[in-house]
């Protein structure tokens, strides 16, 4: 493996995406436990992707389009589900701290949800990590299993600093409900924009 991989890999977790948007949320409202759940959540979201993709099954995916629409428009119909749900303020982000082990798990499978239903990363996965495998290379399957494991591992750690930080502002935030409404329309706002971006994936 090279550096370009590592740099790369670090600039595409960085990039604040759904996600990160996710992670940062639960962060702010229910504090840096839970922001950590959400981060777990989200980069196992990721595996699937990882896995079709050294399978090859991601190539079915990316040539059939009747299957990559369905599978988008799930994606699509998911991320307006949580920006109708945030908006409504009826749960999916509540304000204050988890109160028992079924609250974690929701919180979990949902950061699972929202990377597991987005086809971009299988497209990505497919198209990015080939680049990294050298021509000579004598067990290729292998090196692209370590290279997605330290993916992986990179947006956990990337993800669990993003809520650890967010939740450092949680007093803040949760004392004027006022700026509790802005924030939580603000991510609202956020995950429709995911979706209407997602939507107009070719």
């Known amino acids: 493996m090279t550096y370009d991989f590592y740099i790369t890999s670090l600039i595409v977790v960085l990039v604040p995406g759904t996600g990160v948007v996710y992670t940062i949320s639960n962060g702010l409202f229910r504090g840096r436990v839970a922001s950590s759940v959400a981060a777990f959540g989200c980069t196992l979201g990721i595996l699937p992707h990882i896995l079709t993709s050294l399978l090859g099954i991601s190539v079915l995916l990316n040539t059939n389009e009747i299957i990559f629409q369905l599978f988008k428009l799930v994606g699509v119909m998911y991320l307006f589900y949580l920006a109708f749900n945030i908006w409504m303020q009826d749960g999916i982000i509540a304000v204050g701290k988890p109160k028992d082990k079924k609250s974690f798990i929701r919180i979990c499978f949902r950061g699972f949800m929202i990377n597991i239903l987005n086809p971009k990363l299988s497209i990505f996965f497919l198209a990015f990590l080939p680049q990294f495998i050298p021509i000579n290379e004598v067990f290729p399957l292998k090196l692209m299993f370590t290279m997605s494991a330290i993916f992986m591992a990179l947006t956990l750690i990337i993800f669990l600093i993003y809520g650890a930080t967010a939740s450092r502002f949680r007093d803040y935030v949760i004392s004027?409900?006022?700026?509790?409404?802005?924030?939580?329309?603000?991510?609202a706002v956020a995950f429709a924009a995911f979706g209407l971006k997602l939507a107009l994936l070719v």
């Open 176 to 187: 004027s409900p006022v700026l509790t409404q802005w924030i939580q329309r603000s991510f």
